[in-house]
């Protein structure tokens, strides 16, 4: 049987009622009803930014949204400081080079957040014009403070947040936090099939989209900008992908934000719990809410642990990227999943774990469904 | 009732065997299952291109292609020629522009296509590192012969075709007619959603890709060739929309790229005998297959009747772009229309020019049928 469910951060889940809207005729983009689906989506997801600043809606994977923040935002000789903590902050510094920029790198070794001191010591030292960071690093399973940064950014210096793990996953307010760019994709939080992905812009700041010196066409936000007021988006717009993108803030507004990033923090909790109680090791000190990192314990080869898992119990966890490949494994809880699904899914790690000849403790599980018993009566 | 057909360069018809694909469970991308999707639409797509060389997908619009193009091959001091014969022309410009680069363009009037022998004249004053066309004007509705211009083309001027409304409604043979990069999208010929974009390069070419000094990173090719050859994209694709790719490829080779593009020209000629039996004057002077520009008659407001065939027969034309709204409209018959649709969509501008006050032959219709019982003969 082919039945798979996807604890994997990126594609994940899709709800049934989101997949068949995709299969919804194609409407022409340029019309009144698809500016007005345009418009009721980009409130929505200004609610979801908790900004109200602008909301861009681009046809592109959430790598696509991090280099529109640095094309329309940032200049070739701009100070800029990024903040590595993984991958993803990785891909910030690999976007700022293919551009031209020369960053400073705060560099952590994977599985740590920043430390907002060590940024406060760089902003005694330098003036930047920007500095880039994730809300929550997919790679490490780790999130990190972003409110701190916003309390010691000085004047002047824009705080660009790449949200695309951590948005509806961690709570984010982002006008409130002082975060004055932000990135997000469709395929995490928002339950969507990849496509679509998100830049949010506070307000004021996207009227300065294109005054800097970096080339940019197709994630031209300065054209965005004009278009969005009309309810359309300069280049043809992934249309179906919208009217999934319409029924997921439906779906998100009914269960309420917070409850669904409250959701999420509670499957990472429960996940944890069982964790501990199979004696994994989690590999982040600051874990996040959406995605899980365990080291894979000693002696066991973890990408075959992985490859069992799937195979036999047709759930997919994701490994370790580049050098942790078979180090760590990753257990996704972001977007459409519950309570039930969360321990079927450490059910058969436990599984795969005792398959690949670890001594798991027998009352793992018992132990966690007592602790979810426990957290579900608060 | 909201039923409506479009006669529109894109969105246009999707068959509902490709919509449902959409609503298909979204797998991982990273897996040996997408991977194997993928290299066989790859080779679906090889042989739509006519190309032995590589073919990128894209979750982009044909923007997102066609930037792609400029930003992986050319240099800001290259020598570069733009052949400029309406909307998409001047995209290139605004492309190679937004890049740094300073092109020369021969720019016609709107409805005319480029003459071979004003490109053989530049070629003889000047050296150029690319030329960059239409296969198909979707603006004006006017194809190119771009086989003339491989012909001409000398050694070390690398064609670069935008055939985003072309492929698969005119005659294209990407490596016979030396064409050296070709653009296209997913929502046109090709009967998809808008939400995917594609970029054919010739054999031995992609190797060149990132040697320029542009700067790239989602459009990367370099990055995108790395990944190719396991079948996998650098970022997360539009998982759904490939799917629905797979299925339009698998009913595009049911019925043969060589069919389907003949039953453009088939619908096309139709569609320009109704044209003049009804007294209407052809936009362009090359007429496109995808494609027929109509001038509006004198004294009608071209909007205005195509607002009403709209709203009364649900049936959607485009209107002229830019300095031609209203002045010209245009008749798509692009990707999955039938002649019976077809025949529709003229009995409905039949009606909409009577409605506006212009003096229609009756016998328009009928001698249009008349006309496509003889063709269908043939």
Redesign the interface.
């Known amino acids: 049987m082919k039945k798979?469910i996807?604890f994997?951060p990126?594609?994940?889940?899709?709800p049934?009622e989101i997949?068949?809207e995709?299969?919804?005729?194609?409407?022409?983009?340029r019309t009144k009803p698809f500016a007005e689906i345009i418009q009721k989506v980009t409130e929505g997801l200004k609610k979801i930014f908790v900004t109200d600043g602008d909301v861009f809606i681009l046809?592109?994977?959430?790598?696509?949204a991090m280099?529109a923040c640095v094309v329309n935002f940032l200049s070739k000789n701009d100070s800029v400081l990024v903040l590595n903590i993984g991958a993803f902050g990785r891909r910030w510094v690999?976007?700022l080079k293919?551009?031209?920029l020369n960053p400073d790198v705060i560099e952590y070794p994977w599985g740590e957040a920043f430390k907002t001191e060590d940024v406060e010591k760089k902003f005694s030292e330098k003036k930047y014009r920007a500095i880039l960071c994730q809300l929550s690093e997919t790679s490490t399973g780790t999130a990190n403070d972003i409110k701190s940064l916003g309390k010691i950014k000085p004047e002047g210096t824009l705080l660009i947040v790449d949200a695309v793990s951590g948005l509806l996953t961690e709570e984010f307010f982002m006008d409130d936090w002082n975060v004055d760019i932000c990135a997000a994709?469709s395929?995490k939080g928002l339950m969507l099939?990849?496509?679509l992905a998100f830049v949010a812009v506070k307000k004021g700041l996207s009227e300065e989209a294109g005054k800097n010196d970096?080339?940019?066409?197709?994630?031209?936000l300065h054209a965005a900008r004009n278009y969005l007021a009309k309810g359309q988006t300069?280049?043809?717009?992934?249309?179906?992908?919208v009217y999934q993108l319409q029924k997921a803030i439906e779906m998100i507004e009914e269960e309420g934000a917070e409850n669904v990033i409250g959701r999420h923090k509670l499957l990472a909790e429960i996940t944890r719990k069982c964790a501990a109680q199979m004696r994994l090791e989690l590999f982040s000190s600051s874990p996040a809410n959406g995605i899980t990192a365990l080291k894979v314990p000693e002696g066991i080869d973890g990408t075959k642990m992985l490859e069992g898992i799937t195979k036999k119990f047709g759930v997919?966890f994701a490994n370790g990227q580049r050098e942790y490949k078979g180090k760590i494994f990753r257990v996704a809880h972001m977007g459409y999943v519950n309570i039930s699904e969360m321990l079927m899914a450490l059910n058969c790690l436990w599984l795969g774990l005792r398959e690949s000849g670890f001594d798991v403790p027998e009352d793992a599980i018992s132990e966690t469904l007592k602790f979810a018993s426990e957290k579900i009566k608060k």
Not at 214 to 220: G, M
Not at 234 to 241: F, G, I
């Open positions: 798979e996807l994997t990126g594609p994940t889940n899709v049934l997949l068949r995709g299969a919804k005729r194609t409407i022409h983009h046809t592109s994977s959430g790598t696509g280099e690999n976007i293919a551009y031209g994709g395929q099939p990849p496509g970096l080339p940019s066409f197709y994630f031209s300069p280049w043809t717009p992934a249309v179906n992908a997919r």
